[in-house]
């Protein structure tokens, strides 16, 4: 809408206030590795966000820990369900795409995910991811990963620990 103003949050919509522990700017460090390729450091930034409305928006981006050279991306929408479950729909830069039911845990602020349907044109079977956030500004997160090549077990892939930033 031209004019809009972008600066000004609308209020929260009350279904997505128990999640509220996640909206901001996260950006910190992170590890990645898999049976299937050589380990890996990053950085990465995560941005969760609201207009009101009751979902949540999402972006990830991480880059080489070494060099700074963009590696991977994500962009994706977090709503909670009336029976308080959390549904997550998220696309990668590689193709790949995911529809993810889970639960939230707001006195402890975690979120736990996982995939019930993946679609891309890879080897990935499932996902799986765990978020927790600490005091108001430590979101470390979790996530493990199936391909046809691990006989479809969920396997460690990333882990990371960003502070917020804004």
């Keep these: 809408m031209e004019g809009a103003r972008t600066d000004i949050l609308p209020p929260i919509h009350p279904a997505l206030a128990p999640l509220g522990f996640l909206l901001g700017s996260w950006r910190g460090a992170g ?14 930034e995560i941005r969760l966000w609201h207009t009101g409305k009751p979902v949540m928006a999402y972006t990830q981006k991480t880059w080489k820990a070494s060099s700074g050279e963009p590696m991977h991306a994500e962009s994706g929408y ?7 479950s959390l549904e997550v729909v998220i ?3 590689t193709g790949l795409a995911e529809v993810q039911i889970g639960t939230y845990d707001t006195e402890n602020k975690t979120v736990t995910l996982h995939s019930s349907l993946v679609g891309n044109a890879s080897k990935v ?3 799986s991811r765990r978020f ?14 199936a391909t046809s090549g691990t006989n479809q077990q969920l396997m460690p ?3 990371a620990v960003l502070k917020k930033v804004s």
Excluded at 34 to 40: D, L, N, V
Excluded at 133 to 142: K, M, N
Aim: aromatic share 12%; charged share 25%.
């Design 31 to 44: 590890e990645g590795g898999f049976p299937t390729i050589k380990s890996f450091g990053y950085g990465e």
């Design 78 to 84: 977090w709503r909670p369900r009336p029976d308080g």
């Design 125 to 127: 079977t499932a996902i």
């Design 132 to 145: 927790q956030v600490t005091g108001d500004d430590e979101l470390s997160y979790t996530v493990e990963m």
């Design 157 to 159: 892939h990333l882990r």
């Design 91 to 93: 696309a990668q830069s």
